[in-house]
């Protein structure tokens, strides 16, 4: 009799398309008792050695199996138990509609040789990955577990999966769980003591449900906040500056001044005096060169928020959903990786051959098939687990809804653009010397889009082209003229700006940076207001202004905590480089959980005993009171 391998992937979109391609088709589909969703496909499948022809049982879970909590003694708010939890017991068990999911597991578990998991390859992947291996070891302690790595559901790419299995990986799950209970911990505290504070208060304080808290989630809002001060405050200030004109050739040629700008009006009088006393420029440089505009880098996760948000008129959030449903329909590899760079195994022009018969695109991929291919640019990161997101398989945009169009024509014209070459040009600059002072003119000729044929999102136009001129000629202008100005306001933070701010500040990963703005968003922190000066076929940004209750709630612990308060990112920042060292095993759970914890107690005491700060900034920006 045939060896018995349970198979489970993270979701059950994924179960089905891994069993059909292990399967050949031919596939018997069995219910799973209690839950809908989930599927048990069984099938036959010769894997590599040691196991060979198998029965396989592929199912499914639905995301996490477990969850964590304190115990029944610690559900009461009481502001005099918060400081408790930091050392309060966790207990973590199978969510209770989880079950029937992980019964059925622990079910198949015991009739089976080996456990191969499906999880996303990511750290939280791997976690739930573990959180399979126990409920499986509830039915079989000694079976023998492995991981299939996987970027995509392409089907040479799921078989080869398949035949390399790979030992799961625990410092991966460690990482994770310390930031679970960590979570937990700091969550339940801060935020239990910043609601029952600001709630005694009154007024619509005492009528919001929860005030929560945190650790990626405050930081984020502060960063909104941080602008919206930063434009609040603003004090235009005047300044000046010199401009001349030349024509020639039926051309006005408009000469930029090289100290641009200055904020004394009487050193531009000066200036610009002796400008006008010298009456002739001369000609000091020619410059003519040849110029490229580079075509971009491999797409990553952070890159897909940002553009998308900015291009595609949807939120960061709904354009990793849209990435996700792609990539789980088999369309696009696995949206969420920090690599910008494609191995050089990789067969791209097998990729960019699926997309010809496309009519907008497909002229170009054939093109770069005729000969035009370039091998794209490499980036500096690789997370040594997916390759950037790319095409996996053509599907007729028609066929797909909306905001899945949208999407997946952005990854196609990405990867195709950085299959290409970059756009040439010839770029012209003439400086000349006017009263001592130094301006210069500049020029582009576009001679080859290239990659901008199939990437409309970058833009590279030609400029007017310079008439003739000659190094030591001298000129008197047509025109010179002393103008002025103010300087201008910060716009209020876009999300392409905040998602930038939080991948600098290692505020969240690439996978989770969407859903901590949704969360601000969610909790009435921030609100949203259209007008960010969105460029491209996108339309304007959204930008993120801070309710009063956010200005107040981050005004409130930055008086009380400096650096390290819960608005500032460097807690957090900390704890991410933390993780990483646990998964490159230079750390131990323990070690950092509890560095971590002494930490945020010290920030927890410092906040109790400040906490006046914090109602004062809530009588100051939610009541109005004090000016």
């Known amino acids: 009799m045939a060896p018995k391998i349970l198979c489970v992937a993270e979701k059950p979109s994924i179960a089905k398309s891994v069993a059909n391609h292990l399967s050949g088709g031919h596939v018997h589909t069995r219910n799973v008792p209690g839950n809908q969703y989930v ?216 000469f930029s001044w090289r100290r641009h700008r200055l904020f004394d009006r009487m050193s531009v009088v000066v200036l610009f005096e002796r400008c006008l006393a010298a009456r002739l420029a001369k000609v000091t440089k020619l410059l003519k060169k040849p110029t490229s505009k580079w075509r971009p880098l491999p797409l990553t996760t952070v890159e897909l928020q940002k553009l998308g948000s900015r291009f595609l008129r949807m939120d960061s959030q709904r354009v990793m959903k849209v990435a996700e449903d792609l990539y789980n329909k088999g369309w696009i590899s696995y949206p969420r990786t920090e690599t910008d760079q494609f191995d050089k195994g990789m067969d791209l022009m097998r990729l960019v051959e699926k997309q010809t018969q496309d009519n907008a695109w497909g002229p170009h991929a054939q093109g770069l098939l005729n000969g035009a291919f370039q091998q794209p640019r490499g980036g500096r990161n690789n997370d040594q687990a997916h390759p950037p997101i790319h095409p996996v398989n053509y599907v007729a945009p028609a066929s797909l809804g909306e905001d899945e169009r949208r999407v997946y024509e952005f990854v196609v014209r990405r990867f195709l653009a950085c299959c290409s070459d970059d756009a040439k040009g010839e770029s012209t600059t003439v400086e000349i010397e006017y009263g001592s002072e130094l301006f210069a003119a500049n020029g582009l000729l576009v001679l080859q889009k290239n990659y901008l044929l199939v990437y409309p999102y970058d833009r590279w136009e030609s400029s007017q082209q310079l008439p003739h001129f000659t190094v030591g000629e001298t000129f008197e202008p047509s025109e010179a003229n002393m103008t002025d100005g103010e300087t201008s306001a910060p716009g209020y933070l876009t999300e392409p700006e905040l998602i930038s701010l939080m991948d600098a500040n290692g505020i969240g990963t690439d996978a989770t940076m969407a859903e901590h703005i949704a969360k601000i968003k969610e909790r009435e922190y921030v609100m949203t207001q259209g007008g960010g000066g969105g460029t491209g076929r996108g339309g304007s940004v959204q930008q993120f202004i801070p309710t009063t209750l956010g200005v107040a709630l981050i005004e409130g612990y930055d008086s009380i905590g400096l650096d390290t308060s819960l608005g500032k990112p460097f807690l957090r920042k900390e704890m991410e480089i933390k993780m990483k060292e646990i998964c490159a095993g230079r750390k131990s759970r323990n070690d950092f959980v509890q560095e971590t914890l002494e930490q945020y107690r010290d920030v927890f005491v410092r906040t109790q005993q400040q906490v006046e700060l914090l109602r004062a900034a809530c009588r100051k920006y939610v009541f109005g009171e004090g000016g």
């Open 39 to 254: 599927k048990n496909y069984e099938f036959d499948f010769a894997f590599g050695p040691p196991w060979g022809n198998c029965s396989v049982t592929m199912t499914s879970v639905l995301g996490h199996l477990t969850g964590s909590d304190f115990p029944p003694q610690y559900k009461k708010w009481q502001i005099s138990t918060c400081r408790e939890l930091f050392d309060a017991p966790v207990i973590t068990k199978v969510a209770e509609d989880k079950e029937p999911i992980a019964r059925n597991i622990t079910q198949q578990a015991r009739f089976s040789k080996a456990l191969f998991i499906w999880t996303d390859c990511d750290r939280e992947g791997e976690h739930i990955g573990s959180e399979v291996r126990q409920a499986a070891f509830e039915g079989k302690a000694g079976i023998e577990v492995k991981r299939a790595i996987f970027s995509n559901t392409e089907r040479a790419h799921i078989l080869r999966a398949a035949q390399n299995p790979v030992p799961l990986d625990d410092r991966q799950v460690s990482a994770v769980a310390a930031r679970i209970e960590l979570d937990l911990r700091l969550g339940v505290v801060f935020t239990r003591f910043t609601t029952l504070t600001l709630q005694a208060l009154g007024g619509e304080l005492a009528e919001q449900r929860i005030i929560s808290y945190g650790s990626c989630q405050f930081p984020t809002l502060g960063f909104v906040v941080d602008r919206y001060f930063r434009v609040k405050n603003f004090v235009p200030e005047k300044f000046w500056s010199i401009k001349v004109t030349h024509r020639r050739e039926d051309m006005d040629v408009n």
